[in-house]
């Protein structure tokens, strides 16, 4: 059965992209736009991990991590957060929050193939 991913961006372009890449490396992917869309998903579909972009519309990324990792039924779910800021600080928070990882944007396919591998073996 593959892993599945949910993709929580506000950039439409840049979700359909990694799920492109995703789907064709053997995940099963779904994509939210929002943080709240996404939180919603999270609980529904128990993915296996959680791309989850810094800047939404709705919500910071790292609150959105926080929520996450706060909630019993999705807590246990691996996050990596990614953004086109490389702020040590911003990384710092994202990591305090519970993300595994961080990935600036924009990131090469094998980058992003190589984080998501290492980050659900950590969670197995």
Do not use: W
Not at 35 to 52: C, N, S, T, V, Y
Not at 55 to 78: F, M, Q, Y
């Amino acid at each position: 059965m593959p892993k599945k991913i949910l993709i929580i961006d506000d950039e439409e372009d840049v979700a359909a992209m990694a799920k492109l890449r995703l789907q064709a490396s053997g995940f099963s992917c779904f994509e939210a736009y929002t943080a709240q869309e996404g939180l919603k998903m999270a609980e529904e579909e128990a993915p296996d991990l959680i791309l989850l972009d810094i800047l939404l519309p709705d919500s910071h990324g790292v609150e959105v991590c926080r929520r996450l990792k706060s909630n019993p039924k999705t807590r246990e779910i691996a996050i990596i957060i990614f953004s086109a800021s490389n702020l040590k600080e911003m990384v710092e928070k994202a990591i305090e929050a519970g993300a595994v990882d961080y990935i600036i944007k924009p990131f090469e396919p094998s980058e992003l193939l190589e984080k998501i591998d290492k980050a659900l073996d950590l969670t197995k």
